[in-house]
Nanobody, 115 residues
C-alpha cells in the first residue's frame, strides 16, 4: 500500500510560480512507479496535467507545456511539479498519482491563481 502526501499548494497571483511536492511511503520500489499530477477544478472532470515514467520520460497537458515541469527524486521517494507563469485557469485541486499494478492517490492540494 502506497501513501501519497502532497504539499506546496497555495494562493498566488497570475504570472507567479508554485512548486508542488508529493512524498510517497509504504513501498521500497518507488522508482518503478509511474507518477503523475492530476487536477480538478470545480465543476470539471479530473484531468492529467503531467506524467513521468519510471524511466524518466515526461509528457504534459498541452495547456501547461513550457510552463510546468515534472521531476522525481527516487532516492527521496518524491515527485515535484514546478509551475511557472501561472494563470487563473490553473486554479484547481492538484492530486498526486502513483501507478504500477495498482493506482494510488494523494489527498490533494489546493492551488488558487488570482488575477
Amino acid at each position: 500500500q502506497v501513501q501519497l502526501v502532497e504539499s506546496g499548494g497555495g494562493l498566488v497571483l497570475a504570472g507567479g510560480s508554485l512548486r508542488l511536492s508529493c512524498a510517497a511511503s509504504g513501498s521500497n520500489i518507488f522508482s518503478m512507479y509511474h507518477m503523475s499530477w492530476y487536477r480538478q477544478a470545480p465543476g470539471k472532470q479530473r484531468e492529467l496535467v503531467a506524467h513521468i515514467t519510471s524511466g524518466g520520460t515526461t509528457n504534459y497537458l498541452d495547456s501547461v507545456k513550457g510552463r510546468f515541469t515534472i521531476s522525481r527524486n527516487n532516492a527521496e521517494n518524491t515527485v515535484q511539479l514546478q509551475m511557472n507563469s501561472l494563470k487563473p485557469e490553473d486554479t484547481a485541486v492538484y492530486y498526486c498519482n502513483a501507478f504500477l499494478v495498482s493506482q494510488y492517490w494523494g489527498q490533494g492540494t489546493q492551488v488558487t491563481v488570482s488575477s
